[in-house]
Each structure stands twice: as C-alpha cells, then as structure tokens.
C-alpha cells in the first residue's frame, strides 16, 4: 500500500548504521587495545579472520587493509606476472589495477547484461595461450546464474577463477556463498559496503598454500611476523585491531542488516511491476542477494546527471553510485588495455540507475523512492 510521504523528507543515497550498543561495544574494545599497546595482528583480528571463514564456509581468512589489497595479494600468490588475466571492462578501477600492480595484464571482457557479470562465451572469445586465469565480479551483490558455467569454462582449459566479492558479503547461489566458487575470493569492507570495518578488506580460500602466501604478502613479505627475514617482494597490507573490532561488530549484525535490504528490494520489486520504462537487474532463481546495489535500467538513454539532480532537488530522493557510471575500457589510464569493442558494457552502463537501499531504511523511504520514479520516469 502506497505511503504518505512529507514533501521535505529527504532520502539518502546510501547510509551507515552503527547502533548506540554496536558503538559503546566497539568504544570498549578499542580502549582496551589501546591499553595493551598491540595495535595490529592481534586477537581481534584473529577473532574477526576466524568468524568471517566460518561465515563464508571456507578454511581460511586473512585480513588485510583494503579490497584492493585483498584482490593484489591473491593474484600475487598466483604468481601470474607476464600473463593475461581476464577482467570484467564493467567494475572498478581496482579490479583491473590490481592486475597491473601484481604485474599481470589485465584482459577486459564485455558485461552480460543479465547479470551485469560476464557471459562464458564472451570469456572464451577472449581466452589464449598467454591467459593465466579469470576475475569474476558479483555485481549489486548478484551471483550470476551462470557462475556453473564460467566455473566449468575455466577448469576445461587449465585456468583459475578469483572472486572479487567486494560487493557480495552474503549473496549466494545455489547455496554456495560469493566468494568460495573459485580458488580465492576478496571482500572489501569499505564504508560504502553492506557491512565495514572502516577501511579493511579480507581473502577467503581453501588453498593452504594461498593462505601461507598471504599472510607472508600482507606483513611486508616477511617469513613470519617475529622474523625480519623478507622472503616476498611484500607491502604493509595489515590491518589494524581498531578495524578488526568494527568489523567483527558488523559481521554479527550483517545477516539483518541484509534482512532490511532485502525488505526494502521487495518493495521495489512489487512496485517496480506496473513501470514500463524502466527493468530491474533480477536475482536469479536459486540466488540470495544482499543488496548492495538495487539496479534498475531504464528503456531508453537519458541525461542521468539531469535525471539524478530533478530527483533530488524536487523528491528529496538522492540516487546512488553507478555500477558504473563508465566501462574500464572508457577511462584513459586503461586505454592502452583496449582491444575491440565491448557494446554491451557502453549500453548499460549509460542506461541503469541504483535506488537507495541501505540499512535501517524506512519502508516509507522506498515508497517515496518509487512516488518519485512514477513521476519522473513513468
């Protein structure tokens, strides 16, 4: 049932939540490991690898400084320096960086516009003798049905899948959780995420040898942290126990928090029905979503900054971040990266808005979000 909704209320894009309890919890903790003089890889940070591991279902969790970090150290222990690594051109900047800083090239592949991922026969057309592995990106938290597939594609011709999960703490499919479909998976917990620890990101595997390796990456390449002896051209990619105890909070909190998200897309879902110049992304049969993105398409290309400022400045509905606003292979520092068009990628990525959905959102916001869609898009 449609909501009354003030005029001056105002929507936000996204928003963090942290409730007085989470925060007086955290307050404490950190008090006391500012007591103890041990800032970094200690026992909240154990505590935080150890939690998410069973969380994820996986052996092994390292946690680190960033996703980004988590993304580099994985395919540094993959040792691919020389090699192609394939990448979705729809992600961001850090996916394909990555690549680069562990001294691979990145291979940029077209988006499937189903999932917003990438379509196997796109990733075959692209595979070659120089190919050392596949990064697959779970876009809004959406665990493409065709993972099966690109998993099945990957092994057949001697190739590794990563997972950047930076998006998808929680998605699934098939009853198998983002970040555990491939040898290694990365999560980020910028604040931006479904759930933070601040800044701070982790890798989740199975393989002992890429847990020794990481943990031996993330400590400046360190045989072990009571050594000096440098056995790997590491970085400090540690993270510290301040961050560890923010996220161990929002770990434990993170199945509501994606039980409010997933409340919220229901309401879009329902509303969203009737709209005819505008799809949405779909979860596909057999998949959890978590909801870090709520994407929706629009039939036909409008001018989007126009679109977003109208609904903001006449709905109070602030619309989130693109996934994304331009294709990797359309930002100048990987140009040189570029071979052949990627139509597909130049499409969506031009035509698709993200609604605001985040934790602790009203159902009243979402009626308006979808008030003000009625009236601006039809």
Request: aromatic share 8%.
């Amino acid at each position: 049932m449609k909501q009354d909704i003030a005029p001056s209320r105002r929507v936000p894009a996204a928003k963090i939540q942290f409730l007085p309890e989470d925060r007086t919890w955290i307050a404490e903790r950190i008090q006391e490991v500012l007591a103890s003089g041990q800032l970094t890889l200690g026992k909240y940070g154990a505590e935080f690898e150890q939690k998410f591991a069973q969380f994820c279902g996986t052996r092994h969790a390292i946690a680190v400084n960033s996703g980004t970090s988590a993304l580099e150290i994985i395919l540094r222990a993959l040792g691919m320096e020389g090699k192609d690594v394939l990448v979705p051109t729809n992600t961001f900047f850090a996916t394909a960086a990555a690549v680069v800083h562990a001294g691979g090239r990145p291979v940029l592949v077209d988006m499937d516009p189903e999932s917003f991922a990438v379509r196997p026969e796109d990733v075959e057309k692209k595979i070659t003798p120089k190919t050392a592995g596949l990064i697959v990106v779970h876009i809004g938290g959406i665990v493409s049905r065709r993972i099966g597939e690109l998993q099945e594609l990957v092994c057949k011709k001697g190739l590794w899948l990563v997972e950047d999960a930076a998006h998808a703490h929680g998605s699934s499919y098939g009853g198998v959780k983002a970040g555990t479909f491939g040898i290694a998976g990365s999560f980020s917990f910028y604040p931006t995420k479904v759930m933070t620890s601040g800044e701070g990101g982790i890798i989740v595997t199975n393989d002992d040898r890429i847990n020794e390796e990481a943990m031996i990456y993330r400590d400046q390449g360190k045989a072990s942290f009571t050594q000096n002896a440098h056995v790997r051209m590491g970085y400090n990619w540690r993270m510290s126990e301040p961050h560890a105890i923010i996220g161990l909070k929002h770990l434990e909190r993170l199945p509501a928090m994606i039980a409010g998200r997933q409340k919220i897309a229901a309401i879009y879902d329902e509303g969203l029905k009737g709209f005819r110049n505008l799809s949405r992304v779909e979860v596909p049969a057999g998949g959890a979503c978590n909801y870090y993105k709520y994407i929706v398409v629009l039939k036909q290309k409008q001018d989007r900054k126009a679109l977003k400022a109208l609904l903001r400045d006449q709905y109070g509905v602030m619309l989130a971040g693109e996934v994304y606003e331009e294709p990797l292979h359309k930002q100048p520092v990987f140009e040189s990266y570029v071979s052949g068009p990627l139509p597909a990628s130049e499409d969506y990525c031009a035509r698709h808005l993200c609604l605001p959905v985040f934790s602790g959102m009203e159902e009243a916001e979402a009626y308006q979000v979808l008030d003000a869609l009625k009236d601006v898009i039809g």
